[in-house]
Structures are given as structure tokens and as C-alpha cells.
């Protein structure tokens, strides 16, 4: 169901191309639209200026008062063929001189005293509603000392403006069509162009929980979405990937809970089958209490975990001698190495700012497993040392067998182990090294294991951190 007032991409496109194309020929018709009208004010003008220059030709040759009797006909005769003229000549007494036959002229016109004309012609409209465009100005007679008499001339510009009527409905009908066409058009393209977008949906409507190995085909799909579908592709590989870690961890925990879950029911079981010795309950009882001690640091381990997933563990920073806390740790594994027949050594020094304690647990955790695939007379080796000027680094290197590249990018995942057939026969259950990733992660560091040609190193990354940085 769509959300109220949440509008398509198809419709805004669609409606952005009918603006786009009714402004474009809106702002073009209205430039046609001035252009015509000034090229008919510049016609009428032409005409208006050359009866004006006419008239002022017929006055001036005008020498006696008596001979303005004859210029109504002169001027008539000159206005003959020219429909929509109308030509006035008013004394400086206000004497009507000449004044063509149903001609109306304003009262403004009339009282123009400049011997040029109006620099803008006047435009009325006639008692009959007929507009008309006019100009006049003053023009001398050739009669000695006499007084200019006003010119006013106007001509008909119904028609002009009949047209331009026309021109503006036309020019509204085109563009209103030309949106909807360009709208509709516009629609189909979009619709077209989305089409890829709306198969990327129906893939990914049809990746399930089953089927999180099936990917967006990017091969078909325009050049603007194979980011999209790449980064969607990308999104399904994590997601099958934490499935995949899911299950795992489901099925992992459930068998490390089973065996001693069940070992604790059977014993308890054959002890309450009949009498016992005081002797035998507390072996028995000893043996539940060491099934029960190693459940509850797998709880504790997989509780920790947890708070590490969700950003809960939180370092107390502060200045750490990775070299002491090292040799710390090799002191408490000495023993283990002469009894087995391996070498353990301490090379490097470093200062790191991080948690002291959640430092040193991954570290034993590294010397642990280290110890756990060393054979006897092989050898252990922690080296320190500083990457640059802003990274500690602590590799613990064993030999040994190479592990299988293919179980490299696994090593820290939760109860993963190399060799399953040893699982039940090793001390830890198979967190410890989840746990040194976590712990790393949580001062920002990085966890790497590289093995090759009998010798396995296990690599921590950690910033120095703001502590050594206001030292």
C-alpha cells in the first residue's frame, strides 16, 4: 500500500516535462506574441508618419487664408484608398480646419503644441468601439505670421488587434495540448526507463530466506542502476553470510551444549539406579562440577560475544607495555613449554593505549592456541613491534602444519575449528579466538592470521590510541 501523500517518480517526471514544455512555449509564444506587436506599432507608425508628412506638405503650400477652402478636398483626395484613416486639422483658434467623415479624436491629442510627433502614439476607442492608434503634432501653414494649426492623424487597428486575440487562444491551446502530449509522452518514456527498476524489484521480491544465493542479474540492466544492483548484490552476499554464520553458531551450540548435557543426565541417571558408595557420588558429583564449569565459561564467552555485537564492550584506555604483559603471559605458559618441548620467546617492545586487561586476554588467547597446534620441538614466538608511527603490532608465530587457505577466513568464526574430529578432545571450546577478534575490534584494531610452509602467524593491530597521543 502506498503512503498518503507520497507521489510516484513517474509522476513527478511526468509532471516536470508538462511544465517544463508549457513554460518553453509559453515564454516562446509570449516573445512571438511582442515581437508581432511591435512590428504592427511600427506599420501603423510608418503609415500614421507619412500621412503626417503629407498633410504637413499640402499646408505648407498654403499661402493665402483663402486657399484653406480647397484643402478639405486636397486631403480627401489624399486619403482616397487608404480604409481606417482618419486625418484631423484643428487652428490655433480651435477652428476645425479638416476632419475626416466620422472621425473621432481625444481632447489629448488635439492639445499636442510640439511641432514633432508624440513619441508614443495615443490609443482610444472610438464611440462605435473601433480602437484606433493616433499621433499628431503642430505644423506651420505657408501663410505669413499665421499660427501652426494641430495635425492629428489615426488609423484603424481593429484588425491588429483581432489578430492578436487570436494569436493569445492559440497560443493558450497550443501549449495546454503540447503538455498533455508532452505528458503523455513523457509517462511512457519514464515508464519505459523504470522498467529495469521495476525487474530489479520482482528479483528481489523473489529472494527468499531459502535462496539468498541468487543475485541481481546487472548484465541487462542501464549503466545509471548496475551500481544499484551491485550494491544490492553486495547487501545479499553479507546477508547470506551472517545466515550461513547463524546456522552455524545454531547448529555449534547446540552440539557443544548437547555432549555434556547428556554426559550429566547419564551419570546421573546410572548414579540414581541404585546405592552408592559416598566415594562414588563425589566423583560423580566432581565430574558434573567440571562439565558444568567448562558450560558455564562457554555461557560467559558467548555473553560477551554478544555485548561485542552490539558495541557494548568498551576499553578502559591506558598506557599498556605490551613487552611486560607478553612476558607476563609467557611466564605462565613456561611450564606448558618444557613439558611439551617447545621453545616460547619474546622479541620487540611497544606502548599501546588500550584496556590492560582485554589485552592480555587476547594474547592468551593467541599463546593458548598457539600452544594447542605446536608439536614437540617446535616453537612459539611473540613479536612486538610499531607499524608506522600510529599502530602496535603483535604477531604470535608457531610452527607446525600449514592450515588450509580455504579455512583462513574462517578461523575466527565462532567454534570453527580445523580438525572437527578433535573438538571434544580440546580444552577450549572453539570462542577464543572469535573473542580476540572482538576484543581487537573494540579498540579499534584489526585481527589477521596468515599460514604458509609449516609456520602459522596470528597478527593484532591496535592504534596507540588517544592515551599515548596526550602523553
Not at 516573445?31 to 508581432?36: E, H, K, S, T
Not at 507608425?45 to 499640402?58: C, I, N, S
Not at 478636398?73 to 479638416?98: E, I, K, N, P, Y
Amino acid at each position: 500500500m502506498k503512503p498518503a501523500g507520497r507521489r510516484s517518480i513517474t509522476f513527478r517526471l511526468t509532471l516536470l516535462f508538462a511544465s517544463a514544455s508549457a513554460a518553453v512555449l509559453l515564454v516562446l509564444g509570449l516573445l512571438i506574441g511582442n515581437l508581432v506587436e511591435r512590428h504592427f506599432d511600427e506599420q501603423d507608425m510608418e503609415v500614421l508618419q507619412g500621412k503626417m508628412e503629407l498633410t504637413r506638405h499640402a499646408l505648407e503650400k498654403i499661402r493665402l487664408a483663402s486657399d484653406l477652402q480647397a484643402l478639405p478636398q486636397q486631403l480627401d483626395d489624399s486619403l482616397v484608398g487608404h480604409h481606417g484613416l482618419a486625418v484631423a486639422v484643428v487652428a490655433a483658434s480651435g477652428q476645425t480646419l479638416f476632419l475626416t467623415h466620422g472621425g473621432e479624436f481625444p481632447q489629448a491629442l488635439l492639445a499636442n503644441t510640439s511641432d514633432t510627433p508624440n513619441a508614443r502614439p495615443i490609443i482610444w476607442k472610438a464611440k462605435d468601439g473601433v480602437p484606433l492608434r493616433g499621433i499628431s503634432q503642430t505644423v506651420r501653414t505657408g501663410i505669413e505670421d499665421a499660427q501652426p494649426v494641430v495635425v492629428a492623424v489615426a488609423t484603424d487597428i481593429s484588425h491588429h488587434e483581432h489578430f492578436m486575440r487570436s494569436f493569445r487562444s492559440t497560443l493558450w491551446s497550443v501549449v495546454v495540448l503540447a503538455a498533455l502530449i508532452t505528458g503523455l509522452l513523457g509517462w511512457m518514456a519514464v515508464r519505459r526507463g523504470l522498467a529495469p527498476l521495476h525487474a530489479i524489484k520482482r528479483e528481489a521480491a523473489a529472494i527468499t530466506a531459502d535462496r539468498l544465493h541468487s543475485r541481481l542479474p546487472t548484465e541487462a540492466i542501464p549503466v545509471e542502476l548496475v551500481d544499484l544492483a551491485d550494491t544490492l548484490n553486495q547487501m545479499l552476499s553479507r546477508l547470506e553470510d551472517s545466515f550461513r554464520r547463524l546456522s552455524d553458531f545454531s547448529s555449534d551450540i547446540a552440539h557443544e551444549l548437547r555432549t555434556p548435557v547428556s554426559t550429566l543426565l547419564t551419570q546421573t541417571q546410572v548414579m540414581l539406579s541404585r546405592a552408592r558408595t559416598v566415594d562414588e557420588y563425589q566423583d560423580v558429583l566432581a565430574s558434573n562440577a567440571e562439565e558444568l564449569e567448562r558450560m558455564g565459561k562457554m555461557i560467559a564467552d558467548m555473553l560477551f560475544l554478544a555485548k561485542a555485537d552490539n558495541d557494548l564492550v568498551v576499553p578502559h584506555l591506558e598506557t599498556v607495555d605490551l613487552r611486560a604483559e607478553a612476558e607476563a603471559l609467557a611466564s605462565f605458559y613456561e611450564a606448558l613449554a618444557e613439558e611439551n618441548g617447545v621453545t616460547l620467546t619474546v622479541e620487540g617492545n611497544a606502548t599501546a593505549g588500550g584496556d590492560r586487561l582485554m589485552l592480555r586476554r587476547a594474547i592468551g588467547n593467541l599463546l593458548s592456541n598457539a600452544f594447542g597446534h605446536t608439536p614437540r620441538g617446535g616453537y612459539v614466538r611473540v613479536r612486538i613491534g610499531v607499524q608506522g608511527d600510529r599502530i602496535a603490532t603483535i604477531a604470535v608465530e608457531n610452527s607446525g602444519e600449514a592450515i588450509p587457505p580455504e579455512h583462513l577466513p574462517r578461523l575466527f568464526d565462532r567454534f570453527f575449528r580445523t580438525d572437527p574430529s578433535r573438538q571434544r578432545l580440546a580444552e577450549g571450546v572453539g570462542l577464543g579466538l572469535a573473542i580476540t577478534r572482538s576484543l581487537i575490534q573494540a579498540h579499534g584494531g584489526v585481527a589477521s592470521v596468515r599460514s604458509a610452509k609449516g609456520v602459522t602467524v596470528f597478527e593484532l593491530q591496535i592504534p596507540l590510541g588517544p592515551v599515548l597521543a596526550h602523553a
